[in-house]
C-alpha cells in the first residue's frame, strides 16, 4: 500500500465518506430468533460522522439490509439529519444530510455510489469507503481512499489504506472519522460536539 504520507495527502482531498453498516457500524452479529433483529452500534461512531459533517464532508451510508432488516440504521440516519446541526434547507449553514441506501449489495452498491456522486458532481478521487467484506470490494476499488475495521475479512485488510484499531460497531467508524481529521491538521476539540 501507499505510504503514511500519501495516504495523509489523499485524506485531504476526500470530499465524501462512503460506509458499509454491519460489520462497520455494527458489530456484524444479529441476534436471531426475537420479533426483530437486534443489533448493537457504538455512539463513537455517530459522533464520527458528526465530526466529518462538522468540517463539510458528505456522508453516505450503503448496506444490503432493506426492510425491517435496515430499520435500525434507517431510523439512526433520520435521527442524525433532524439534529439541530443538520441543514434544513440548501445553503442554511448547516451539515449536510447523510444518505442512506438500502438493498444495495456487491455490484450495486457501486451503482449507489455512482449515482450519489453524479448528483453531487464529485470523482472517485475525492471519496473514500469503510467496508468489511466482499460484498464491499467493487466499491472500495474505486475509491481514492479504502479503510477496513480492524476485525474485517483478512481480503479487505489486504487491500485497505487504513485499518481501525477499534472493531466494528465499536468505533472502527470513528477511528477512521479521527484519521481524516488529523490528516487535515484539525482538532476534533474545535468542532461542534453533535
Same mark, same amino acid.
Given at each position: 500500500?501507499? $505510504?503514511?504520507?500519501?495516504?495523509?495527502?489523499?485524506?485531504?482531498? /476526500?470530499?465524501?465518506?462512503?460506509?458499509?453498516?454491519?460489520?462497520?457500524?455494527?458489530?456484524?452479529?444479529?441476534?436471531?430468533?426475537?420479533?426483530? +433483529?437486534?443489533?448493537? @452500534?457504538?455512539?463513537?461512531?455517530?459522533?464520527?460522522?458528526?465530526?466529518? @459533517?462538522?468540517?463539510?464532508?458528505?456522508?453516505?451510508?450503503?448496506?444490503?439490509?432493506?426492510?425491517?432488516? =435496515?430499520?435500525? &440504521?434507517?431510523?439512526?440516519?433520520?435521527?442524525?439529519?433532524?439534529?439541530?446541526?443538520? $441543514? #434544513? /434547507? *440548501?445553503?442554511?449553514?448547516?451539515?449536510?444530510?447523510?444518505?442512506?441506501?438500502?438493498?444495495?449489495?456487491?455490484? %450495486?452498491?457501486? *451503482?449507489?455510489?455512482?449515482?450519489?456522486? +453524479?448528483?453531487?458532481? /464529485?470523482?472517485?478521487?475525492?471519496?473514500?469507503? /469503510?467496508?468489511?467484506?466482499?460484498?464491499?470490494?467493487?466499491?472500495?476499488?474505486?475509491?481514492?481512499? %479504502?479503510?477496513?475495521?480492524?476485525?474485517?475479512?483478512?481480503? &479487505?485488510? +489486504?487491500? =485497505?489504506?487504513?485499518?481501525? *484499531? @477499534?472493531?466494528?460497531? #465499536?468505533? =472502527?467508524?470513528?477511528?477512521?472519522?479521527?484519521? &481524516?481529521?488529523?490528516? @487535515?491538521?484539525?482538532?476534533?476539540?474545535?468542532?461542534?460536539?453533535?
Amino acid at each position: 500500500m501507499n $505510504s503514511n504520507q500519501n495516504i495523509q495527502e489523499i485524506a485531504k482531498k /476526500i470530499k465524501v465518506v462512503f460506509s458499509d453498516v454491519d460489520g462497520v457500524f455494527t458489530n456484524n452479529q444479529v441476534l436471531e430468533g426475537a420479533p426483530y +433483529k437486534s443489533k448493537y @452500534r457504538s455512539y463513537y461512531d455517530g459522533q464520527g460522522v458528526s465530526l466529518l @459533517r462538522a468540517i463539510g464532508l458528505d456522508v453516505a451510508l450503503i448496506t444490503n439490509e432493506k426492510g425491517d432488516s =435496515a430499520k435500525h &440504521i434507517l431510523d439512526v440516519v433520520e435521527k442524525w439529519n433532524t439534529l439541530p446541526s443538520s $441543514s #434544513k /434547507i *440548501e445553503g442554511d449553514g448547516g451539515w449536510k444530510h447523510v444518505k442512506i441506501y438500502t438493498g444495495m449489495g456487491g455490484s %450495486r452498491k457501486l *451503482e449507489a455510489a455512482m449515482d450519489f456522486l +453524479k448528483e453531487k458532481n /464529485i470523482s472517485f478521487d475525492e471519496c473514500a469507503y /469503510i467496508g468489511d467484506d466482499l460484498v464491499d470490494v467493487p466499491l472500495m476499488q474505486k475509491v481514492a481512499l %479504502r479503510a477496513a475495521p480492524i476485525n474485517a475479512d483478512p481480503h &479487505i485488510k +489486504k487491500i =485497505a489504506h487504513f485499518i481501525s *484499531e @477499534r472493531e466494528g460497531g #465499536k468505533g =472502527a467508524f470513528r477511528d477512521f472519522a479521527n484519521f &481524516i481529521l488529523e490528516a @487535515r491538521g484539525i482538532d476534533p476539540l474545535t468542532l461542534p460536539p453533535q
